[in-house]
């Protein structure tokens, strides 16, 4: 199964066009789906943000959220994924973002192979909807790296097809 290839197909059938906000994973989610002939038509920009600093400045996260839930966190996972598509020039529809340890975890901190994840999508109406999980890999640094790399595309049309659910729950919750 080629996840890369997959993505790619299942983008351009709807049109669809991604953004990436990558930590842990240093560019890898876009780099596997840049290898993808044609991708150049579902591939708008990714965004590499290791620091903390460079995930407030360019991504919009929190540093309230940083520090509430550490870095490692769906919350912050989150933030990446909906700011990369608030950013000017962004023309996606769809963003997935990951933060993690992909090697030894700090005193009290998550285990080393912790991913956390979050799919982020524009409806039509312009709102954004996010899924958010978090993993853990196996391996070594790259190992972990490259699993969450493709497990980060594998799952972008799992929760496509959960956004008819996904804004009925939304407009109840909404409505009055």
């Given at each position: 199964m080629n996840?890369?290839?997959?993505?790619?197909?299942?983008?351009?059938?709807?049109?669809?066009?991604?953004a990436t906000a990558e930590s842990c994973t240093g560019g890898q989610i876009a780099s596997y789906l840049a290898s993808v002939p044609g991708s150049g038509a579902c591939l708008?920009?990714?965004?590499?943000?290791?620091?903390?600093?460079?995930?407030?400045?360019?991504?919009?996260?929190?540093?309230?959220?940083?520090?509430?839930y550490g870095l490692t966190s769906e919350a912050v996972a989150?933030?990446?994924a909906e700011?990369?598509?608030?950013?000017?020039?962004?023309?996606?529809?769809?963003?997935?973002?990951?933060t993690g340890l992909a090697d030894a975890a700090p005193e009290g901190g998550p285990p080393a192979g912790t991913q956390c994840f979050?799919?982020?999508?524009?409806?039509?109406?312009?709102e954004l909807l996010t899924f958010t999980e978090t993993?853990?890999?196996?391996?070594?640094?790259?190992?972990?790296?490259?699993?969450?790399?493709l497990y980060a595309l594998s799952r972008?049309?799992?929760?496509?097809?959960?956004?008819?659910?996904?804004q009925r729950e939304q407009s109840r919750r909404i409505s009055p």
């Open positions: 996840i890369p290839m997959q993505t790619v197909s299942f983008l351009t059938s709807r049109g669809l066009k991604l708008d920009v990714g965004f590499v943000s290791y620091s903390p600093s460079g995930k407030i400045g360019f991504l919009g996260v929190k540093e309230a959220t940083m520090e509430a989150r933030e990446m700011g990369a598509l608030c950013q000017e020039g962004c023309c996606a529809d769809v963003a997935v973002s990951n979050a799919w982020s999508f524009r409806t039509r109406t312009g993993r853990l890999f196996p391996g070594d640094r790259n190992d972990v790296r490259s699993a969450a790399a972008i049309e799992h929760y496509f097809d959960q956004l008819p659910r996904a």
